[in-house]
């Protein structure tokens, strides 16, 4: 399934179709100008990151998540207030759509939570998002045949990848971009100073969360504010949600790629830096399963300081480089994904 990537047209929310992770991976190689623009962008991508690849599948009672329900992504026609709730939803189908009394009970008895994705966005198509929570596993079915009222309904289902874990795009709320190297211990740190969970929160937080990192390091938007987050709970999404003083985004990643982040995450056996800390003799060593096209130098606040054409290239001598003592993080890209190395200058 592609997403819908955002274009505007006097004013108006349109959308085409494009890879998910193509926009997401070449999100940091655009260059905004326009603070407008910029502004617009910047929404733009966390709508994105809700439009994510799901496997597509319906009626499927398998898709049930651990809570016993069925978790829907589902876009209306109108617009809805930050505070949408079941009945809510309930009342806004009779009206746009008439739908019958057994259709009332049959949602009265099924729906368990329905709420905004994205609350703290007061845009198109933002505010036109719910997530739903659900005891049937046809919902989706139903509510897509209700056209007056429904843009898309899309059942989260097969969420679980190969490596055993959950992936989630988690969104700080936060007034500077974190440092490259924040991780799960800064994470959870972040939540309980923002939102002040119980120590139960915490503990819930310390023993489901594998991993966290920055997931766009190389942007220089405020994109850098996304996560990527590995947890062994398939229920991050509406336990996060709970947290609005800490995140504004959370978003379950339903469909793997076919080379995940986390394998390129892991770069032992495809990139190696030798000897590292870094002398002037440090060689980059690149494994041909891992064809670079492009590494860049950024420092400990996401700037680039050095980029280099690599394409074709086995090794990159670090004395070319001239770096200061210190510590630094390499991007190595090339055309699907990207991985990235810390490195000590002495």
Known sequence: M????????????????????AILLNESHNSLT???FATMMKNAIIILLLFVSFKGNTQDESCTLSDGNYHY??????????DFDKQDF??????????????????????????RSLPFLDSDPANKLLRIVASDHTL??????????????????????????????????????????????????????????????????????????VAFPASQTDNRKTLYVKSNDDLMMPYLHDFPEALNLVELIC????LSITDYQNPKDLISIVPNPIVETSVIKIDEK???????????????????????????NMGEFNLNPGLYFIKFSERKSSIIKKILVK
């Open 73 to 82: 992504f589902v876009r209306l026609e109108d617009d809805v207030p930050i």
């Open 2 to 21: 592609s997403v819908k990537e955002p274009s505007w047209n006097s004013g108006e929310f349109q959308a085409t179709p494009i890879p998910f992770f």
């Open 255 to 258: 469909d793997e790629p076919e």
């Open 140 to 213: 989706d079915s139903f509510l897509i045949s209700l056209d007056a009222s429904i843009n898309q309904a899309v059942i989260y289902c097969d969420c679980l990848w190969s490596d055993g874990f959950y992936h989630y795009y988690v969104r700080l709320v936060i007034d500077d971009w974190p440092s490259l190297d924040f991780d799960k211990t800064d994470f959870i740190n972040h939540i309980q100073t923002s939102s002040n969970p119980s120590n139960s929160d915490l503990m819930f937080l310390e023993n489901s969360i594998s991993e966290a990192y």
């Open 34 to 36: 326009r603070t407008s």
């Open 290 to 316: 891992f064809p670079v096209e492009e590494i860049q130098i950024m420092d400990l606040n996401g700037k680039i300081l050095f980029h280099k054409n690599v394409r074709g290239s086995d090794t990159v």
């Open 90 to 115: 309930i009342t806004y189908l009779e009206i746009n759509s008439s739908i019958s009394v057994s259709d009332i009970n049959f949602l009265q008895e099924n729906l368990v939570e329905v709420y």
